[in-house]
Each structure stands twice: as structure tokens, then as C-alpha cells.
T-cell receptor
Framework: GAVVSQHPSRVICKSGTSVKIECRSL??????MFWYRQFPKQSLMLMAT?????????EQGVEKDKFLINHASLTLSTLTVTSAHPEDSSFYIC??????????FGPGTRLLVL | AQKVTQAQTEISVVEKEDVTLDCVYE???????LFWYKQPPSGELVFLIR??????QNEISGRYSWNFQKSTSSFNFTITASQVVDSAVYFC???????????FGAGTTVTVRA
């Protein structure tokens, strides 16, 4: 099956620093990748849609200058949380679209901002 | 607008009991896809099933079964003879055909006690 990886799996950083999270489709090319955020005991909320070679589309309420998304190739999308603050602590999950109607999810990245 | 409602927040059962998870959705689209995902404590989303809006056949896969009824906009999921390993959060999701954006329900936490 289609495999999506994320790196790192967990990260702890100091407030004010930036953190980059990578999402890779390992055995397929993904024109579209999605980034979600999940707070404890809550559902997944779509943050943005990332398309290879073009600017990401952000959902309402998501600060594009704070959550920088780059989709440089058909197998890699990155999410950079800039000037992270404790309220950005969350579980970040990416998914990749194989071109059909099913998204394959990465294992997630737990971010803790101190 | 799309909306997925999982009214049950938590369900606790004893091993070997059956458990049914409810999912009600709202959409104006005629073409859409419904999903169920399992999220164990590790956090990774596990794909369980996809169903398109034109296929109302019920499906059984091992101990899992799904009942899709367009007339009531419901897509319920039943685990038969539950096991401790079934303990997880289960999400129902609705995918829009035109932009492939997923809307998740709030999730139902299932706890199976030995």
C-alpha cells in the first residue's frame, strides 16, 4: 500500500524558534498533500492543501505567515512553524493524495513548544 | 457546507460485546465519499473503509461491518465480538469530490475492557 512518512515524529523546541516538519510519500508521487492539526482529545482540522509547484491553500483562520508550506517535489511537502509559541503545541499530521479519492496519512509529528 | 456528526463521544464495552458507532453527515454534493479511520494511542490514522455516494451496499470485513443509508445520511460502523485491540478513537469522515478535502467528525473513543 501507499506509505507516507513524517519527520520528526516528535520535537520539543523553545518558544520563538522555528520548526520544520517533513512529509514524504515513499512509494508514490503525490500532486496534492494536506496538513492537519489535532489538539488533544479533539478531531483533525485541515490546515492547508499543498500542491506541488504552487502556493498552498490555507483554510480560514490559519495564518499562512506562521505556518509556511512548501511542496517542492511530488514526494515531499514541508510545514514550518515559524516563531513557535506554546499554543502551537499540537499533533501535526500530513496526508498524500494518490490521485484518487483516498488520502494516505503519515504517522504524525508531536510538537511541544516550551 | 459539509458536516460530520459523531454523537457518541465515548463507548465502553466488555470484550466480545458488539459495538456500533454512529455517523451522520450533511452535504449538498451528489458525489462524495465516506470514510472510517481508526486512531490508536500511537496516533497514526488507520484507513478502514471508503464508500462512494452511489454505492449503498453494506460491507463486511472480518469483524467489521458498515451500514450506509443515504435516506438518513448515515454511515454506521459495527465491531462484532470486540477485542481489547479495538480500543481506539474512530473517526468518520466525508470527502468532497471537487477538491478532495476531508471533513472529520469529532471521533468516538472506544474502550474495550477485558
Amino acid at each position: 500500500g501507499a506509505v507516507v512518512s513524517q519527520h520528526p515524529s516528535r520535537v520539543i523546541c523553545k518558544s520563538g524558534t522555528s520548526v520544520k516538519i517533513e512529509c514524504r510519500s515513499l512509494d508514490f508521487q503525490a500532486t496534492t498533500m494536506f496538513w492537519y492539526r489535532q489538539f488533544p482529545k479533539q478531531s483533525l482540522m485541515l490546515m492547508a492543501t499543498s500542491n506541488e509547484g504552487s502556493k498552498a491553500t490555507y483554510e480560514q483562520g490559519v495564518e499562512k505567515d506562521k505556518f509556511l508550506i512548501n511542496h517542492a517535489s511530488l514526494t515531499l511537502s514541508t510545514l514550518t512553524v515559524t516563531s513557535a509559541h506554546p499554543e502551537d503545541s499540537s499533533f501535526y499530521i500530513c496526508s498524500a493524495d494518490l490521485g484518487g479519492e483516498t488520502q494516505y496519512f503519515g504517522p504524525g509529528t508531536r510538537l511541544l513548544v516550551l | 457546507a459539509q458536516k460530520v456528526t459523531q454523537a457518541q463521544t465515548e463507548i465502553s464495552v466488555v470484550e466480545k460485546e458488539d459495538v456500533t458507532l454512529d455517523c451522520v453527515y450533511e452535504t449538498r454534493d451528489t458525489t462524495y465519499y465516506l470514510f472510517w479511520y481508526k486512531q490508536p494511542p500511537s496516533g497514526e490514522l488507520v484507513f478502514l473503509i471508503r464508500r462512494n455516494s452511489f454505492d449503498e451496499q453494506n460491507e463486511i470485513s472480518g469483524r467489521y461491518s458498515w451500514n450506509f443509508q443515504k435516506s438518513t445520511s448515515s454511515f454506521n460502523f459495527t465491531i462484532t465480538a470486540s477485542q481489547v485491540v479495538d480500543s481506539a478513537v474512530y473517526f468518520c469522515a466525508l470527502l468532497r469530490h471537487n477538491d478532495y478535502k476531508l471533513s472529520f467528525g469529532a471521533g468516538t473513543t472506544v474502550t474495550v475492557r477485558a
